[in-house]
């Protein structure tokens, strides 16, 4: 049984050298408990925050001690009476080839409904954040101007679709050319920004939002904020959602003030965490997967193989290799 933990904190970018794999027994599930099997794991953004050694809205990993993210398992074995072996759960559960759970936090997610995967994405944290970081604090109307940064990634790529179903015109900024071909075919968007390779960013995006910003989903903070910022509409609402820019500075960098922007403008930003809305999850997840049924909502995974793979798979994240949601297939 594989393993993998956390060697050091990484300073800067995150290394291969800041993991470790072990190898371990497979462990027998106790009276009440299960034994799963990981298929399917979710490497993010947010990992990063945990593997620093500062309070937040989660608790920091431990040294020496395996990592975990979202991941869908099997249930290979069960004395819980709530579970049946060969049912599949999605939880939060650590970097281990197999492990036991008393079952504690695990839903069931069925593939009759939808491919496995799709839990770890769009019907799961990531569409969720989509969806009701828009719901909650974006509040987006027909005929608004939707701006969303990190647009071709897994909570970007939906945002924009959802702006679309609700009748927005919607930009987004990305870091190839081949991402903003893509989010504007593939998933609708009216105009896409390479952030990469624009010298003004400020005026790119008031190019591309004639009529100025009413919300800008932000998942990269740093300067695409700033920039989104100026562009704001008189009562825009700004969704902090990720900063994804930032994670990896040893130091915080400064920015221009933003106070008389957002008094002039009546401007509203807000940080947001998803897992404070669980009781609207299964709503949401209702909402997302019907969109995905009548055709106006779709995806996109980069799947990389192999259990061993998963620290590549997150430093990845930091590099823009991937394109919609990154998954480990174990
Ligand atoms: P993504 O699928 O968007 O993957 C990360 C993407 O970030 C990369 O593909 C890359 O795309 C972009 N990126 C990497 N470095 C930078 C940089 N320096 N500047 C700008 N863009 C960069 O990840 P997720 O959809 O899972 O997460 C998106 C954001 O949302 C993250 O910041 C994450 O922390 C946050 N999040 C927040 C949640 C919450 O509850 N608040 C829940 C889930 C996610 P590119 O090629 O375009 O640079």
Redesign the pocket.
Known sequence: NKTISLKERPSGKPTLNNFEISEEEVPKPKDGELLLQAKYVSV???LRGRMRDQKSYIPPFELGKPLESGIIAEVLESNNKNFTKGEFVNGMLQWKKFQTSNGNGLNKVDRKHAPLKTYLGVLG??GL?AYLGLEKIGKLQKGETLLV??A?????SVVGQIGKIKGCRVVGI???EE?IDRIQEKFGFDAAIN?KTTTNINKAVAAACPNGVDVYFD??G?E?LDAALVNMNRYGRVIN?????LYNKTETPTGPRVEPLLIKNSILMQG????DFVKDFGPAQKQLAKWMEEDKLTYLETVVEGFENIPQAFID??D?K?K???IVVV
Do not use: H, W
């Open positions: 993010d953004p947010y944290l990531t954040t940064s990190g071709a990634g897994a909570v970007g990305a870091g190839s991402k952030y998942n990269v740093g695409i959602c990720g900063a994804i820019s947001f965490i998803v897992r994240l930091f823009g991937n919609g949601k990154m």
